[in-house]
């Protein structure tokens, strides 16, 4: 899945937002996946959301060993997560750390019913959006435990520190900014903790929320190579 770039069309996932007010037969793309590194995670010129353009292409990579997957809109780390789970990179119950500035927890209108990655590819793009996609894999039991992290108060918890089968799920919008009170060293102290002990990251750009041209610049902050130890 992913390995070709497509559009979306219809009144179908992250397409249905805005729909009227962008013209006739409105459509969204979705870019291909490639492997490499996060100097291959770039702006791209297609409209993935509403009229903002978002990657060149969805990236997966490593960070001191840790599978990474970068993708623009949020709803798309569904799919790598059941892909994990099938590769046995995770098991059900898998603790998330939630690093955005949205909670993401809306209910999606059809809830998930189990399935193939191809089912599960169809649902994450033709169901799920930006906002609802937690819910679907918390109720499948993918997802155990959540620690949700909004804001800087929430970079003092350190329960989960120590936690594996942990995915560390980052939207890049924390970092926006008009959310730039919040101080971007703890902000990274805190991320690099979570991901000493990850089984997965999964990143998003957050194209609505944040110039990606910004969220990359984050991105290649966060995980710099002086920083893997």
Known sequence: MYEQPFYLSGKRGNNVFSYKDRGPNP??????????????????NETVFQDRKGLKHFVKTSFNGVPVVVVDNHNHVFYFWYEALEQGILKRGANLVHVDAHKDMRRPKKLFRGGNLAEIFRYTNEELNVGNYIVPARGDGLIGEIQFVTGEAALEEGSFYKKTNKI???DLDFFAPDLSYINFEKAKNFILKQARNASLITVSTSPFFVEQSVAIQKLAHLFASKDRH
């Open 27 to 44: 459509r969204l793309y979705v870019p291909s996946l490639i492997e490499g590194t996060l100097e291959d995670v770039q702006e791209g």
């Open 168 to 170: 560390l799920n980052i």
